[in-house]
């Protein structure tokens, strides 16, 4: 098992920032290898991308979110992986996005590609470019606020077994990146364009 970590300060508010992250269809955008990202489920999500030369298809779940906080998945299937996306405010403009991984690299090219730090560069350069996106736009391409409660957060609340949200209505606007085991703490849903000079509303909470 890989462990990955890497920090980046964004010169965009902490919403900003995260209202991005949420857009999980985005990401073949400035994600080295994502071939596409499509959205089953209000937490779960579906992946085509190249690793170490080698396609896979999986599917990843949302296991904790939280808005301006934190978004955490981990994949179905192999390979195996699981991270977390944190979101700090550093200043009014500035946010510093951290994202931890765990991955375990399968079969001998995955493997050399690990030994080689292959896989760890492509998430620093991930993370760079990530915030070469969003800088340039100066804001995001569309936004989801609902919350998904961790699993150590389910026992306690009621109902929190439920997720949900709209958008500009009655239309459902699920969340959205990258994840076996998830580290403590933050993968992909569609962009959902913000509504004409509004802010994204938030309401009751989806199923699990």
Request: charged residues 25%.
């Amino acid at each position: 098992m890989s462990t990955i970590e890497h920090s980046e300060d964004v010169r965009v508010p902490i919403r900003v920032a995260y209202n991005q992250w949420t857009q999980f269809e985005s990401f073949p955008e400035f994600m080295e290898g994502v071939e596409s990202v499509k959205q089953l489920s209000d937490t779960r999500t579906a992946w085509v991308a190249e690793i170490a030369g080698v396609r896979r298809e999986f599917e990843a779940e949302i296991t904790e979110q939280h808005p301006d906080e934190r978004v955490s998945w981990r994949s179905l299937d192999k390979p195996r992986q699981s991270g977390v996306v944190t979101f700090h405010r550093i200043d009014d403009g500035t946010t510093r996005v951290t994202l931890q991984m765990e991955y375990d690299p399968e079969g001998i090219a995955e493997t050399a590609a690990d030994w080689l730090q292959l896989v760890r560069m492509r998430v620093v350069g991930d993370m760079k470019r990530f915030k070469q996106f969003i800088e340039s736009r100066g804001g995001e391409t569309g936004a989801w606020r609902g919350d998904v409660p961790g699993p150590h957060q389910r026992d306690d609340v009621p109902g929190s077994h439920q997720r949900g949200s709209t958008y500009g209505g009655d239309q459902p606007v699920p969340p959205g990146t990258v994840g076996g085991d998830q580290p403590p703490g933050g993968t992909l849903p569609p962009p959902g364009p913000m509504p004409p000079g509004g802010e994204p509303p938030q309401g009751p909470r989806p199923v699990l």
